[in-house]
C-alpha cells in the first residue's frame, strides 16, 4: 500500500461530523474503525419514504410512509399501558398509531390537529388499520408532502448508535469515496468483459438507491450493483483462504519418508484389494507426507467409499517414517469404530493404538495421556484430544474425519496442538459430504481436495421408496421377512428435537412397539442417553449378528459401518434434509446383499419434503444429491454454520451467487499473479476489520 488513495479508507472516521471517542469506540467495537469500514457496511434493507400512501390505500403488511393528522389520543391500560393515535388524511380514512412504550412528552407532542409523517408496517386490528411504534415525526402543514429524493437504507444495527445516527454517518463517509480510478482494484479487462458497475458506483447506488429503484431486485440480490458487491466479496474470501494457505505452507513440518513395509503388511492381509480410486487418492496423501511443507489434504468420498482403509495406509506410512498420528472423529460411536478397525488393523503389526474420548476419566485417562506423551503410534478420540492436558511426543500427521461437523478452528486447533518449534504436523480432513465443485473452491481455497469417486465394487445401489407412515404394518412385515434371511436392518427414529432425551424418548417408544410386534426378532436399542460402554455393547452385538434389528436416533448417522444390514427405515423422513437421509441410507448398501431403504413419512408432504424425497428415490449420486441439496437449502445449511471461512458474508449469498465463483477465483488468479498489493487490500476492506478486530 502506497499511494496516498490507498490509504484514503483507513483512518479518516474521527473527521466525519459528530464522531467523537465515544462514538468512535463504539463504532469500533462493532468492527468499524476506519472510513472504508463505513462504505462496506451495508445496508439490510431499505425504507421507501420517496412517497406518501393515502391511508385509504394502504395494504396489510406494507411498510409505507404516511401523513395525517392528529384526530383522538387515547392513554388506555389493558393488559398494559399503551396509547392509541388516531390519524387521518385527505383520503378520509383513519390509521390507529399503536405504542407500548411512551414518555410524558411524547403524549404532550401528539394534540389533535398535529400533523404527523409515520412510517411503519401497515397491521389490522379488528376493523381498523393500525401501525405498532411507527417511527414517526411532527411536521409543520406547510411541509406535508415532502418527500425524500432516495431511498433510506437500513443498516445493521451498532450497539450504541442509534440508526439514524448510523445512516446519517454512512452517508457522510460515502462522500469520501475516492475517484474510481483510484478505487477500483478489478483488473480492468475483466471488468469490462463483466458488465458490471465499477466498485465506487455500486456502492454509492447500494447506500442510496434512487426513487423508482426495484427494491426487490436490489434486496434479493439480482440488481447489477449488488452483484457487483457480491462478486468482489466472494473474491476477499477467496482470496483470503489462499493467502492463509500460502502462509500455512510457508511453515515447515516433518517430511515423512518411509518405505512403506508397514502399510504393505496390513494391504497383504485386508480382505479386498484397494479400489483404483482409493489408490490413487493414497498416492496423493503419500506424496504430501513426504513433502517439508505440511499437508493439507481433503479427501472427499461418498458414504462407503472405503475412506478409513486409506486413513489407515496413511497412518502407517507415517508411524513407519517415526511420526505419531492422531484420528478425530465428530460422535464417540464413530470414534470407537475407527479405534476398533485401527486396533484390528495396526495391533497386529506392533503399533500401539491409545483411546481418548471426553468420557475417558480419572486413572484410564492419566495412562492414556502418560503413553500420548511417551510416543504411542496412533491416538483415536473425539474432541477430547484437543483438551488441555494432551502432549503428544512427535505428532506428524493428524487426521480428521466428517470434518464437516468440526469448525475451521477445531481443525487448526489440533494441528496447532502439534505444533513443535516450527514444525506443525500433517493434516488429512475426509468429509463424506459432497462439496459441489464451485463451492469447494471457495470453501475449501485452503485445502488440497482429492476424490475417491467409485465405491468398491460389488456394490448394488440402495432402492429406495417412499412410504406413508399409514402404510408402517407393511414395513413391519418386511422386517420379519428380512430377518428369516439373516439379513439385519435399521429402524432409525427421527426428530428434529435437537434434545438427547426427547429423541431417546421416540426410540424407547419405536423399540417397545416393535418388540412387541416383532417376538421372533432379537431387537437392540441405542441412542444419546446412553453410557458410551452400553452404546459400544448394543453395537457390538449388531454387528456380530446378535441382534438383528437395531432401533437407533441419528447417533448412527455418520460413519457407522455393518455390512450385512442390508434394510433401513427412516421414520419421519420428511423433516430431514438431502445429506443427513442421505448419510443415513448410506449404512446399508455396504456388502453385497442387495439393499433396501425405506424413507416413511407423515403425509401431507409440502412441495419441498417431496422434491427432497424424489431426488433420494432416484438417485444414490452423493454429488448430485449434493447439488439438489444446494439448490433447495442453500450453502450454509449443507456446510454447517461452522465453517467459519464462509459464514459473515455481508452481501454474498454463495447458493443466489454461485455462478459468480469462477469468475471470483479468475479474477484471484490474476491479481495474485499480477498485483499481489491489490489483492491484500481487497481482502483489508472486506475482511479486513473483522480480522483487525480478532487479531486485537
Ligand atoms: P466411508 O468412506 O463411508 O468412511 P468406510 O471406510 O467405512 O467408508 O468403508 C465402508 C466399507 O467398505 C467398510 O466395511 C470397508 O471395510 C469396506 N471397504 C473399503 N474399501 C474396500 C475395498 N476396496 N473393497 C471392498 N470393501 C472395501
Ligand atoms: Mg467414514
Not at 48 to 58: E, F, Y
Not at 610 to 629: H, V
Request: glycine letters at 8%; hydrophobic letters at 45%; a neutral charge.
Amino acid at each position: 500500500m502506497n499511494s496516498a488513495a490507498a490509504h484514503a479508507g483507513e483512518s479518516g472516521l474521527r473527521s466525519l461530523p459528530g464522531v467523537g471517542p465515544q462514538v468512535a469506540q463504539k463504532l469500533a467495537a462493532a468492527g468499524i474503525q476506519q472510513l472504508q469500514d463505513l462504505w462496506f457496511w451495508l445496508p439490510r434493507g431499505y425504507e421507501d419514504r420517496t412517497r406518501i400512501a393515502p391511508i385509504a390505500s394502504l395494504a396489510l403488511g406494507e411498510r409505507v410512509q404516511v401523513e395525517g393528522r392528529v384526530e383522538a389520543v387515547e392513554k388506555g391500560f389493558r393488559f398494559r399501558p399503551q396509547l392509541k393515535v388516531a390519524i387521518s388524511d385527505d383520503s378520509g380514512e383513519t390509521l390507529v398509531l399503536r405504542f407500548f412504550h411512551f414518555h410524558a412528552g411524547q403524549v404532550a407532542q401528539l394534540t389533535p390537529g398535529a400533523w404527523l409523517r409515520c412510517y411503519g408496517e401497515v397491521r389490522q386490528s379488528g376493523l381498523v388499520l393500525e401501525m405498532v411504534h411507527p417511527s414517526y415525526r411532527r411536521i409543520a402543514e406547510s411541509e406535508r408532502g415532502e418527500v425524500a429524493g432516495r431511498l433510506d437504507p437500513v443498516y445493521p444495527a451498532v450497539q450504541g448508535v442509534g440508526p439514524a445516527r448510523l445512516a446519517q454517518l454512512a452517508q457522510a463517509a460515502l462522500e469520501a469515496l475516492p475517484p474510481s480510478e483510484e478505487f477500483e482494484l478489478l483488473p480492468a479487462g475483466l471488468r469490462a468483459e463483466l458488465k458490471l458497475p465499477d466498485l465506487r458506483q455500486a456502492l454509492r447506488f447500494v447506500h442510496a438507491p434512487p426513487p423508482g429503484t426495484d427494491l426487490a431486485a436490489l434486496t434479493e440480490g439480482r440488481h447489477p450493483a449488488r452483484r457487483r458487491l457480491a462478486l468482489e466479496e466472494l473474491l476477499a474470501h477467496h482470496l483470503s483462504l489462499r493467502r492463509q494457505r500460502v502462509d500455512l505452507r510457508r511453515q515447515g513440518a516433518p517430511p515423512l519418508k518411509a518405505r512403506g513395509e508397514l502399510s504393505r503388511a496390513l494391504r497383504e492381509r485386508l480382505p479386498f484389494a484397494l479400489t483404483d480410486a482409493q489408490q490413487r487418492v493414497l498416492g496423493e496423501v503419500l506424496v504430501d507426507l513426504r513433502a517439508a511443507e505440511p499437508m493439507l489434504r481433503l479427501v472427499q468420498g461418498d458414504v462407503g467409499s472405503g475412506k478409513t482403509v486409506v486413513a489407515a495406509l496413511a497412518a502407517l506410512h507415517a508411524v513407519e517414517a517415526g511420526a505419531q498420528v492422531a484420528l478425530m472423529a465428530p460422535t464417540e460411536l464413530l470414534a470407537e469404530q475407527h479405534f476398533n478397525n485401527f486396533r484390528a488393523w495396526l495391533e497386529p503389526l506392533q503399533i500401539e493404538v491409545v483411546w481418548l474420548a471426553g468420557k475417558v476419566k480419572g486413572r484410564a485417562r492419566a495412562a492414556a495421556l502418560s503413553r500420548i506423551a511417551a510416543g504411542a503410534g496412533v491416538v483415536v478420540g473425539t474432541h477430547a484430544l484437543m483438551q488441555e492436558g494432551v502432549e503428544f511426543a512427535r505428532l506428524g500427521l493428524a487426521i480428521i474425519d466428517e470434518q464437516h461437523r468440526f469448525g475451521v478452528h477445531q481443525r487448526l486447533a489440533l494441528r496447532d496442538k502439534g505444533a513443535r518449534g516450527s514444525l506443525v504436523p500433517h493434516q488429512l480432513v475426509m468429509t463424506a459430504t459432497p462439496i459441489p465443485r464451485t463451492l469447494a473452491m471457495t470453501a475449501y481455497a485452503d485445502l488440497d481436495v482429492s476424490v475417491i469417486d467409485a465405491l468398491p465394487p460389488g456394490r448394488t445401489p440402495v432402492q429406495t421408496v417412499a412410504i406413508s407412515t399409514e402404510r408402517r404394518p407393511e414395513i413391519v412385515e418386511r422386517i420379519r421377512a428380512a430377518c428369516a434371511e439373516g439379513r439385519q436392518a435399521y429402524w432409525v427414529c427421527t426428530l428434529i428435537e435437537d434434545s438427547d432425551e426427547v429423541q431417546a424418548q421416540a426410540a424407547q417408544t419405536a423399540y417397545e412397539q416393535l418388540l412387541e410386534h416383532l417376538p421372533e426378532v432379537r431387537v437392540g436399542l441405542v441412542h444419546g442417553r446412553m453410557k458410551p460402554a452400553e452404546k459400544a455393547a448394543v453395537m457390538q452385538a449388531f454387528k456380530a449378528g446378535e441382534l438383528q434389528l437395531l432401533v437407533a436416533t441419528t447417533v448412527i448417522e455418520v460413519g457407522v459401518d455393518v455390512p450385512n444390514a442390508s434394510l433401513m427405515i427412516i421414520e419421519n423422513a420428511e423433516r430431514l434434509g438431502l445429506a443427513q437421509l442421505h448419510q443415513l441410507r448410506g449404512r446399508v448398501g455396504r456388502g453385497a446383499a442387495r439393499s433396501s431403504c425405506a424413507l416413511v413419512y407423515q403425509p401431507p408432504l409440502s412441495r419441498l419434503a417431496r422434491e427432497r424425497l424424489d431426488t433420494l428415490r432416484q438417485s444414490n449420486d452423493g454429488f448430485l444429491i449434493a447439488e439438489k441439496d444446494l439448490e433447495l437449502r442453500g450453502p450454509g445449511e449443507l456446510l454447517g454454520t461452522r465453517q467459519t471461512g464462509l459464514v459473515g458474508f455481508r452481501i454474498a449469498d454463495l447458493a443466489r451467487d454461485a455462478d459468480l465463483l469462477p469468475t471470483a477465483q479468475r479474477i484471484a488468479d490474476s491479481l495474485l499473479a499480477d498485483s499481489p498489493d491489490r489483492a491484500d487490500r481487497v481482502i483489508a476492506r472486506w475482511i479486513g476489520a473483522a480480522a483487525r478486530y480478532a487479531g486485537a
